[in-house]
C-alpha cells in the first residue's frame, strides 16, 4: 500500500518562501507521477502542479506558474515543492497526490490514486 507524508508546512510572511515535502512508501516511486493540490477552507480542492515519472514533464496551475517549482528526487522517494513570493491567497491546506498512470501528468484529482493528509500553509499579509 502506498504511503504519502507531506512536511514542510508552516506560517510565513507574504513575499517569503517555503518548500514542501511529500515522501513515498510502499511502492516503487518512479512508477508513480506525481501532483500537489491544496484546499482552502471553505472552497475546493484545487490543483497546483504536477511532476511525471522521471520528472521530465511538469505542469502548473496559472497560479502557481512563475513563482512554485514541483520536483522530484527518485533516489530518496520524494517529491518537492518549492514555493517562492508567497501570497495570502495561497493559504490553504496542501495535499501531494499519486497517479498509476506514471506517463501522463493531469490536473483532475479523480485520477490520483492515492493522497497524503495535508500540510496546512499559511501566509501572512
Known amino acids: 500500500q502506498v504511503q504519502l507524508v507531506e512536511s514542510g508546512g508552516g506560517l510565513v510572511q507574504a513575499g517569503g518562501s517555503l518548500r514542501l515535502s511529500c515522501g513515498f512508501s510502499?511502492?516503487?516511486?518512479?512508477?508513480?507521477?506525481m501532483g500537489w493540490f491544496r484546499q482552502a477552507p471553505g472552497s475546493e480542492r484545487e490543483f497546483v502542479a504536477a511532476?511525471?515519472?522521471?520528472?521530465?514533464?511538469?505542469d502548473y496551475a496559472d497560479s502557481a506558474k512563475g513563482r512554485f517549482i514541483i520536483s522530484r528526487a527518485n533516489a530518496k522517494n520524494t517529491m518537492y515543492l518549492q514555493m517562492n513570493s508567497l501570497k495570502p491567497e495561497d493559504t490553504a491546506v496542501y495535499y501531494c497526490?499519486?497517479?498509476?498512470?506514471?506517463?501522463?501528468?493531469?490536473?483532475?484529482?479523480?485520477?490520483?490514486?492515492?493522497w497524503g493528509q495535508g500540510t496546512q500553509v499559511t501566509v501572512s499579509s
Open positions: 497526490a499519486a497517479d498509476k498512470a506514471r506517463f501522463r501528468i493531469t490536473r483532475e484529482y479523480r485520477s490520483y490514486d492515492y
Open positions: 510502499g511502492r516503487t516511486f518512479s512508477s508513480y507521477a
Open positions: 511532476i511525471s515519472w522521471n520528472g521530465d514533464s511538469s
